[in-house]
């Protein structure tokens, strides 16, 4: 009896132990299974990480970009131009004529009917002078009224403002012959284009425009669901749109934009075509030395930038 007892002691332990086992295992099991499918389903739900970011933009100098208008006559209108002498793509110095205008005569003629008013009130006022010392003189032996003499002071005071006002203008005309009948560059750089021709009057848009090519970057528009991942520093390499050079550029992000804004259309390519609903980021690629070198008369020309990001 007692054998028998102990034997079925032995026999339910044994039975228990199994079946701690198992269901034990079956736990691990539907536990792995869950964790599987966890990690699938956060694997679909997050995109795939990019080592590249591309984006389309232009050529520009890193520096500004003078554009430089006309002058505008005293009635509103503008002159013509005379003379235009540089050309597109061309090294200016600081300072140096690029184009002169039809109003120097005008201006050179206002000059001259200036100074021939400051003579004659230089003429009046010594004579009137000599007469205000002259009666001076009669006043202090009762010879002439006092109330005439004030006259005359205040005559000469009147004269005297005269002159100080044409002498102002004369400063104004000579200032005028040296910025209104032509234009100066003013920074040394590169002709990056001019909008006029001779014999026309001056555009709104401006004359000329010139910049400073040393360095040349590339603005581009970057996906405002890209622009996360951009650091400044950022290696980046440049290629033509439209065949305008080409070798690869090189250069690093430089800056990047507080602004979102609806992309441009600027390319062909019909994966980064514009899109209506599409929003976008300037961001502004350096190029290196060698790189502005090759594309310092490109301003304005299209690019895609691919933008390594880690």
């Known amino acids: 009896m007692i054998n028998s007892s102990r034997a079925l002691l032995v026999l339910l332990v044994a039975t228990g132990v199994a079946s701690t086992i198992y269901w034990t295992g079956q736990n691990t099991r539907f536990s ?14 997050q995109p795939p990480i990019k080592s590249s970011v591309s984006a389309l933009g232009t050529l520009e100098p890193v520096g500004e970009v003078h554009i430089l208008a006309g002058p505008v006559t005293q009635m509103g209108g503008a002159p013509r131009i005379k003379s235009i ?15 002169t205008f039809d109003n120097s005569p005008q201006i ?20 009137l002078q000599s007469q205000t010392k002259r009666f001076e003189l009669l006043t202090k032996t009762g010879s002439f009224p006092i109330a005439d003499l004030e006259e005359k002071r205040a ?7 005269q002159l100080q006002e044409l002498l102002g203008a004369l400063q104004t005309s000579d200032e005028r012959l040296l910025s209104d009948t032509v234009i100066r560059a003013p920074i040394s750089g590169v002709v990056l284009k001019i909008n006029s021709r001779v014999g026309e009057r001056a555009q709104e848009s401006g004359v000329i425009e010139i910049g400073d090519t040393t360095y040349m970057q590339a ?21 033509s749109e439209n065949g305008a050079f080409s070798e690869s550029l090189r250069g690093s992000v430089r800056s990047i934009g507080l602004k979102v804004a609806a992309k441009q259309k600027l390319g062909t390519d019909p994966a980064l075509a514009s ?3 599409q929003r976008v980021i300037d961001v502004k690629v350096r190029l290196d030395r060698e790189s502005s070198y090759k594309t310092r008369q490109l301003t304005g020309v299209k690019v895609l930038a691919i933008i390594t990001v880690p």
């Open 275 to 277: 899109d209506a609903d």
């Open 85 to 99: 002498s540089v050309k597109e793509g061309e090294k200016v110095k600081q300072n140096q004529v690029l184009v």
């Open 32 to 45: 792995i299974y869950d964790k599987v499918q966890t990690q699938k389903a956060i694997n679909i739900n």
């Open 219 to 239: 603005v581009i528009q970057v996906d405002e669901s890209d622009i996360s991942v951009i650091r400044i520093g950022q290696p980046v390499i440049v290629r």
């Open 108 to 127: 050179t003629a206002e000059r001259a009917r200036i100074n021939a008013n400051i003579v004659s009130k230089k003429a009046e006022i010594a004579i």
């Open 155 to 161: 005559r000469l005071a009147g004269f005297e403002s």
